[in-house]
């Protein structure tokens, strides 16, 4: 049997008629950029938050580019985020000329570690970025908080946790502002590139619009410095008729999580599942263990036909583009840590039970040889250690 990481032929021939319909309306159409398409689907996707606003926009990196732009994050400021996340977070940061500052994750759900954030503040943070990653969303209620009190815009990178909720609350809704992707593995995905970013303020969706678009209050009168981001008519028509099913694909990724947390019960020793904090309903974007022998694990995956990849292998601290930061190995001990031990199974709507009972029946296998147990993190945070010292 093979597994594949992602499936995106299978997916497109399960909605191959509406998929067509939707691409044929937009070419016969003759309006390929910012037109009806894109407005409805823009429309949909703000009524999924409930009150607020969208806008298209032409990826995700560009969409946390522009809710930045838009909270006027600008050369010489500082935005707080993790670097346990996909570059194009903090590409995007970069982007706007200001300088990301890293704090840790938190050791079980692998997100923005909320304690850590005071003490990253100084006199030019200008925003904090906390990523929902893996498709769980960061604890919001401290960090609104500890963001209302210094007086900073919180912008939500959405991109892997469409739809995800905490407390109740969709992702999105909680922040200055909201960013999306929709690259075609997300769980809502156009079939290309997309982003989309929400705004629950009317002067902030304003303000994105004409970012979006050269900077344009009205053809040619360019009132600010803007960009060309633009989600074109085909994706924005894509994504119109595939929004409805979002939900459905989120349960069924929910359902497949269960299947294989029920499968690993009895490895609890040398694998660790997901965690999913309490407050939070998490849509599984991926499913990440954390196993001592992740390589060996992951070729033995491999030879049987299943897929894997790694989310994130380096994190953005230890890349060589960012090496103009000095990070120092040991600075975010959590993130160093659990990047060895990673490892994403298939996860993807598509699965089939069959499928998801072969993975488990697989990593069985490997683990009746293979029996060193997972390290959990001894780690006494730099920060603690420093105030501890002084
Ligand atoms: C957490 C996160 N932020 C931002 C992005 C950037 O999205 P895009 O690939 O659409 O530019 C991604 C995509 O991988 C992501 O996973």
Redesign the pocket.
């Known amino acids: 049997m093979k597994v594949l990481f992602g499936d995106f032929k299978t997916h497109y021939n399960q909605y191959k008629n509406q998929i067509d319909q939707a691409v044929h309306r937009v070419l016969e159409s003759g309006q390929y950029i910012l037109g009806n398409e894109l407005e409805n689907f823009e429309k949909a996707f703000a009524v999924l938050h409930g009150q607020g606003y969208a806008i298209g926009c032409a990826?995700?990196?560009e969409a946390?580019y522009l809710a930045l732009a838009a909270c006027d994050v600008s050369n010489g400021d500082e935005v707080i985020t993790v670097a346990h996340?996909?570059v194009?977070?903090i590409s995007a940061i970069s982007m706007t000329g200001a300088t990301p500052v890293f704090v840790d994750i938190d050791t079980d759900t692998y997100v923005m570690n909320i304690n850590q954030i005071e003490a990253a503040i100084g006199p030019k943070t200008k925003a904090i970025v906390p990523?929902h990653?893996y498709g769980q969303m960061v604890d919001m209620q401290p960090l609104l908080k500890l963001a209302a009190k210094h007086k900073l815009p919180v912008i939500e990178?959405i991109?892997?946790a469409t739809a995800a909720t905490y407390k109740g609350a969709i992702a999105g809704t909680l922040g200055e502002l909201g960013a999306y992707?929709?690259?075609p593995s997300k769980n809502i995905g156009a079939f290309g590139?997309g982003?989309a970013v929400f705004a629950k303020s009317k002067e902030r969706f304003e303000k994105l619009l004409m970012l979006r678009n050269y900077g344009q209050s009205k053809r040619y009168h360019h009132d600010i410095v803007g960009i060309n981001s633009r989600l074109d008519e085909i994706q924005a028509a894509i994504l119109q008729c595939r929004l409805p099913y979002l939900k459905q694909w989120n349960s069924r990724r929910q359902e497949i999580a269960q299947k294989y947390i029920a499968g690993f019960k009895d490895l609890t020793n040398v694998l660790k599942a997901p965690t999913t904090h309490p407050d939070n309903e998490h849509v599984f974007h991926l499913f990440v263990i954390q196993v001592e022998e992740r390589d060996q694990l992951q070729a033995h995956l491999l030879e049987k036909g299943i897929q894997t990849l790694i989310h994130y292998p380096t994190p953005a601290h230890m890349q060589k583009a960012y090496s103009y930061l000095g990070y120092k190995p040991g600075t975010l001990p959590v993130t160093e840590h659990i990047t060895k031990r990673i490892l994403s199974l298939p996860m993807y709507p598509e699965l089939t039970d069959e499928q998801i009972d072969f993975v488990i029946e697989v990593t069985h296998q490997f683990f009746a040889q293979n029996k060193k147990p997972l390290q959990t993190v001894n780690i006494v945070s730099p920060v603690i250690l420093e105030q501890s010292l002084s």
């Open positions: 990826s995700g990196t946390v996340t996909a194009p977070t990523v990653l990178d991109a892997q992707s929709f690259y590139d982003g």
